[in-house]
DNA sequence: CCTGATTCTTATCACAAATCAAGATGTTCC
DNA sequence: GGAACATCTTGATTTGTGATAAGAATCAGG
């Protein structure tokens, strides 16, 4: 059973036949290490589910640096959801951390599948989580030091602390990799200990 | 005609018998400036449509340090859809920044509105233009300088800026009232003019 | 009105983080 | 295994913003 598959049947009430129904179409993709999958001011006519692997989201700003908005391990969704619904320029860029599998979810899928009731209800769940996760995001932004982030950060997410680079997490915390090596620093020094 | 009764003709195909029936339980709220309408770590129980006035979402941090989240004048939608959705704590407080009416949706007015697809759709299409305003919202925070932020602020709400006191546009953008002073000044000194 | 409170500006000082630069360590791939 | 590259750390310096304080301008209420 594919991962999706396990997933949806697990989070909603569809049936093995419902599912096949709105999925018939549906495809999976293998994208590689730093395959480019949105642009940012390109139109986003796909929603990812990761199956396996990791994925981000970033905006480059006008001296040319990245910022990560988001990352996006296994059983996430990925998307400018903004772009997909409005049919607008995309907000960022996504792209590929690791080598992943990817449900590719377009239109017609949400089209079929927001029919039933079970997966709209779903839906909805997921943009309310969305939505959550995003205000979550800038309530630490604006209200929270570099060190508190950090120290969320690694709450929030321990399994990606290990699995990307320390160039990127500073990039998501919004600082630079040499102030993230010194919070480091600091905190080991002040004895903190990740995993406890 | 209500603002609110306005507004929802005009943006949805809902006709006048469906508005009469979904509002027949509606109550508007006059809020004098000050009041607080929700307060962080409680549970939001209703959403606010601002019919006229103006009202604020901001978070406090461990310092005790306000920090402006969303402002809302007439036409807006505002409340923690994370808190009302899932029963969880808000994310932030709500309070009036002018006095205010508003019209009060509360849990029983969704249920019933939202077996209106018309109303459904409107719903989703209100949920992701949210999800855009905090992405915008992050966008900038993370990739754009204090003075890129307020330039983007007085384009995006030009009215709002004769009507907020400058602390809380400071707060809003994310830095003290002295550095917008001071950016103010710098751009008055390049011979920046708004409203040109 | 007048008075007190709030808001905005300006100045000085301090500090956190960015930048610049260099070295150390680790990883990839031929 | 070694070359080339990427990542992480550390140090020196600069810069932007915060903290504090004080004065000017504006507003609100008795």
Redo the contacts between chains.
Sequence with gaps: MSVFKNYLLQKTSITEDEYSKITENLITRKVSKGEILLRQDKICSEVYFVQSGLLRSY????AG?E?I?QFAPEEWWIG???SF??N?PA??FIDCIEDSELMVLNHPFFDAANLIPSFSDFN??V??N???T??????M????TAE?RYLDFIERYPNLTLRVPQWMIASYL?ITPESLSRIRKELARKNFKPHS
């Design positions: 905006t480059i700003d006008h640096k910022h908005i400018d959801r903004n619904y409005f607008e907000l960022f909805t769940k943009l309310h969305h939505i959550r995003l205000q979550i995001r800038l309530n932004l604006v209200a929270a508190e919004g």
